[in-house]
């Protein structure tokens, strides 16, 4: 049923009528498949609450969040899906998406971020690195076109409708097929869901602390006789709840207690990867490109004069700024022949979270040409922040060493829009959840001055939000 005013159903229903009706008649013409896309106004609701309400029985259901900016998405199944492999997926995707836009018909009464047709998803690590079952249904590179996009934007609420249809579509029976699923819009409350009590039953790390410290050691005695400046180790454990984990919950949970992070979920049927990430990987909007070099952490205090001088270390913190300077100097290399004004702050300030503080350094530019978010992505991914530099030595250690599939961890996850342009965040504090089971994941920087023990620690500190959101805590 169509969740919009009585006097505005009909309207979009004839709307939708006459838009795939053209998109039929030009697929014809050109004898291949057209993106149609119809967007319109809709009352108040909360994209989280959208994505909540959606079961596992819609296949693909899709959650972005950028609070800096003021928007949220949700999706709800797919109108047409991308899936890319191997080194070459960046490119890849951008060429199909671009081929898919072209002639594409979109009728619209906005130009509102995130609206329209757009693409969300998120790509592997690593793609040279052979997966496990651990990822399945993850591959290299998935991008999905919602069937159903719902977009909040400061106080205004819309809804895209999107389709692809074929030389061989009937308008009249695809046109109702996309009414007739359309899902109903929640009300405009809060979401107010909390995950339960003492919701974990079991926490067990995937790799014991010993051997992962002995890694730690290995790693950085290799740095300190070789041309290696920084390897990032991550490390995961797995809990086990009393019921299947509710993403709509543990996301509602990670908006409360982080509200400066990105939030992001791509879900397919009963899995889930989300989480809660405080970095910007790229921006691209109107020309202007933003990233984010985050590296160095440290813990908040408990009073606000600890704080102020845990805070005060990190930034006098010699191995802490070196790692920095790492990030952001390569950040500003790559971005460089792209780029033009690329501008960064000489010294880092501190972006505090409500459990962690980090060193923090943004970069803004003008996009030279007219290179996509994901040609940005291909020249970014892996920042030293979560693979190592240089890189080319950085990521055969990291596979030969680690013993973990990171999958989508540490990868890029966020969406592009028709023109080549959106925002993707790097996929750190995330979780993969199937039923009652979660995968957590966190990552430390070594560099020739690492303490195991130390970075240990700090590797469960990051864990702490995402396993505080399932109904856990950390011994």
Known sequence: MLSLPDRAAPSVARNIHSLIEAGVYR???????????????????????FFARQTSRVADRLFWS????????????????LEVAGPQRFADAAAAWRERCADALIDSTTDATGTGPLLLGGFAFDPLRPATSTWAGFPDGRLVLPRYLLTRHADATWLTINAVVHPDSSPEDTAQRVL?????????????????????????ELLPAQTWMAIVRALVQTMQHGDLEKVVLARACRVVGRRPFDPGAVLAQLRNNYPGCFGFAVARGEACFLGASP????????????????AGSIRRGSTPEEDRQLGAALLASAKDRAEHAIVARTLADALSDLCT????????????????????????GQVAGTHTVL?????????????????????????ERE?????????????????????????????????????????????????????????????????????????
């Open 27 to 49: 697929a014809r013409q050109l004898d291949r498949p057209i993106l149609v896309s119809l967007v319109r106004p809709v009352p108040s609701a909360d994209p989280l609450a």
């Open 66 to 81: 950028s609070p800096t900016e003021g928007y949220a998405l949700a999706g709800s199944g797919a109108a047409w899906t």
């Open 180 to 204: 007739n699923r359309l899902p109903t819009l929640p009300a405009p409350a809060t979401l107010s869901r909390r995950v339960p009590p003492e919701q974990v039953l079991t926490l067990e």
């Open 279 to 294: 970095e910007r990987l790229v921006r691209l909007q109107q020309g202007t490109v933003q990233a984010t070099s985050l």
């Open 341 to 364: 004004d690329l501008t960064m702050p000489e010294t880092p300030t501190l972006m505090k979270m409500s459990n962690v503080q980090h060193l923090y350094t943004p970069l803004v």
């Open 375 to 399: 040609e940005l992505l291909e020249r970014l991914h892996p920042t030293p922040a979560v693979g190592g530099s240089p890189r080319e030595r950085a990521l055969p250690l990291i596979r």
């Open 403 to 475: 013993q973990l599939d990171r999958g989508w961890y540490a990868a890029p996850v966020g969406w592009i829009d028709a023109h080549g342009e959106g925002e993707f965040a790097v996929a750190i504090r995330s979780a993969l959840l199937r039923g009652a089971t979660a995968t957590l994941f966190a990552g430390c920087g070594l560099v020739t001055d690492s303490d195991p023990a130390a970075e240990y620690a700090e590797s469960q500190l990051k864990l702490r939000p995402l396993l505080a959101a399932l109904g856990g805590a950390l011994p």
